[in-house]
Nanobody, 133 residues
Framework: QVQLVESGGGSVQAGGSLRLSCAVYGYTGNNYCWTWFRQAPGKEREGVAGIGSGENSPYYAESEADRFTISRDDAKITLYLQMNSLKPEDSAMYYC??????????????????????????WGQGTQVTVSS
């Protein structure tokens, strides 16, 4: 059973940076797709950035591609999201999620399936990010 524990959220001013972490427990094998989601009050949960276990090419929602960087540390079994040039509209609860798949490429990536919350089996409890203007 995979368990995910996020940390690193907080309050920052616009233009600032935060790095979120997601510690992974109970992980075995290499066939997982890892994704950071966020959900603001009154809005749907949306995929922000993702990366596969055995692959090194991350993928991003278009609006975050130039400000956010997803990475993973295989030794620490930890997922990260570096967020720069933060804006008030980035304020949300941020979640890491995982799904077991043969590949994170193909239709899962190019069809946008990676951004669909129902595709994920495992979720963390979330970490709050608040950006003030």
């Amino acid at each position: 059973q995979v368990q995910l524990v996020e940390s690193g959220g907080g309050s920052v001013q616009a233009g600032g940076s935060l790095r979120l972490s997601c510690a992974v427990y109970g992980y075995t094998g290499n066939n997982y797709c890892w994704t950071w989601f966020r959900q603001a009050p009154g809005k749907e949960r949306e995929g922000v950035a993702g990366i596969g276990s055995g692959e090194n090419s991350p993928y991003y929602a278009e609006s975050e591609a130039d400000r956010f960087t997803i990475s993973r540390d295989d030794a620490k079994i930890t997922l990260y999201l570096q967020m720069n040039s933060l804006k008030p509209e980035d304020s949300a609860m941020y979640y890491c999620a995982a799904t077991y798949r043969a590949t994170c490429a193909g239709s899962f990536l190019w069809g946008g399936t990676w951004k669909v919350p129902s595709q994920y089996n495992y979720w963390g409890q979330g970490t709050q990010v608040t950006v003030s203007s």
